[in-house]
């Protein structure tokens, strides 16, 4: 079955700390993606990154960076120099099918000034 | 990238009524779409999947006769919260398949709150 799992259920930093954010998976698929969104107060979903089972390789955006470890099923996320504007709920998916997601419970990530 | 708009962003209604919730690819044929619901600080949990001009599937533990979904072109899936309840009350959100292997782009969510 598929599965997401992320422990850490709120984390606060001071403004500039960096913070990974953590995603644990299970899929019985030999090939799958990966996905993390972002869901301000608003309540929209915005995405941030889509990874290939295939592509091992780390990603880095601005100040977010992904680490995707296929041996441990992990799929975590770092904020370096987390700003206020980053705080919000993060989700780590998988799909189910193609377009069908599973996602984890969320990252209340809360950023003080 | 692709666009899905959601309308209403929020309703408040009396319980007992029913209320719709629009789901729009703006820019884009959608043969599938998805309806997640989102109690307060929780996940967001698929409920059914919209298929155009067939019936939806719903998840285990959803109810078909209260959540309403009808998909009726390639551009329109409604979900219709029929005899409210308060404990319906959440954030409904729905995303489209593009037909496109990418990422399934997702509306703005609605909030419903029943009275």
């Known amino acids: 079955a598929q599965k997401v799992t992320q422990a850490q259920t709120e984390i606060s930093v001071v403004e500039k700390e960096d913070v990974t954010l953590d995603c644990v998976y299970e899929?019985?698929?030999?090939?799958?993606?990966l996905f993390w969104y972002k869901q301000p107060p608003s309540g929209e979903l915005v995405f941030l990154i889509r990874?290939?089972?295939?592509?091992?390789q780390n990603e880095i955006s601005g100040r977010y960076s992904w680490n995707f470890q296929k041996s441990t099923s992990s799929f975590n996320f770092t904020i370096t120099a987390s700003q206020v504007v980053d705080s919000a709920v993060y989700f780590c998916?998988?799909?189910?099918?193609?377009?069908?997601?599973?996602f984890g419970t969320g990252t209340r990530l809360k950023v003080l000034a | 990238g692709a666009v899905v708009s959601q309308h209403p962003s929020w309703v408040i209604c009396k319980s007992g009524t029913s209320v719709k919730i629009e789901c729009r690819s703006l820019d884009f044929q959608a043969t599938t779409m998805f309806w997640y619901r989102q109690f307060p600080k929780q996940s967001l949990m698929l409920m059914a999947t919209?298929?155009?001009?067939?019936?939806?599937?719903?998840e285990q533990g959803v109810e078909k006769d209260k959540f309403l979904i009808n998909h009726a072109s390639l551009t329109l899936s409604t979900l219709t919260v029929t005899s409210a309840h308060p404990e319906d009350s959440s954030f409904y959100i729905c995303?489209?398949?593009?037909?496109?292997?990418?990422?399934?782009?997702f509306g703005q969510g609605t909030r419903l709150t029943v009275v």
């Open positions: 899929t019985r698929d030999t090939t799958y993606y």
């Open positions: 998916a998988l799909p189910s099918g193609t377009y069908k997601y599973i």
């Open positions: 995303s489209a398949d593009t037909g496109v292997n990418t990422e399934a782009f």
């Open positions: 990874r290939n089972s295939f592509d091992e």
């Open positions: 919209s298929n155009e001009g067939s019936k939806a599937t719903y």
